[in-house]
């Protein structure tokens, strides 16, 4: 599986963006996908993650900002990303996976960058 996310950029304090990611190859070995960020100095977390079911996670830190979406049919996910603050830049990260009962995930994008100006 190859992993491809793009919509990174610079935005203002309060401002939205949202970020893609399209998945190819042996995609029927997914069952989850999920955005994970990390920032300078600082260790990867999960923002969000979404199962093939639907069942959806955030990061308290993005609740009610944030929504996690993907359109099974075109292999894609998305992140909107609204009311975005100066501790959300980070360098963000597109994963799938493959086991609903670890939290790992198997496959990776390339990051694309946030950032986010006071």
């Known amino acids: 599986v190859q992993l491809q996310a793009s919509g990174g950029g610079l935005v203002q304090a309060g401002g939205s963006l949202i970020l893609s990611c399209t998945a190819s190859?042996?995609?029927?070995?997914?069952?989850?996908m999920g955005w994970y960020r990390q920032a300078p100095g600082k260790q990867r977390e999960l923002v969000a993650g979404?199962?093939?079911?639907?069942?959806?996670t955030y990061a308290d830190s993005v609740k009610g900002r944030f929504t996690i979406s993907r359109h099974n049919a075109k292999n894609t996910m998305y992140l909107h990303m609204n009311s975005l603050k100066p501790e959300d830049t980070a360098v963000y990260y597109c994963?799938?996976?493959?086991?609903?009962?670890?939290?790992?995930?198997?496959?990776w994008g390339q990051g694309t960058q946030v950032t986010v100006s006071s």
């Open positions: 994963a799938a996976g493959r086991r609903l009962t670890s939290r790992e995930y198997d496959y």
């Open positions: 979404q199962t093939n079911g639907g069942f959806t």
């Open positions: 190859g042996t995609t029927f070995t997914i069952n989850k």
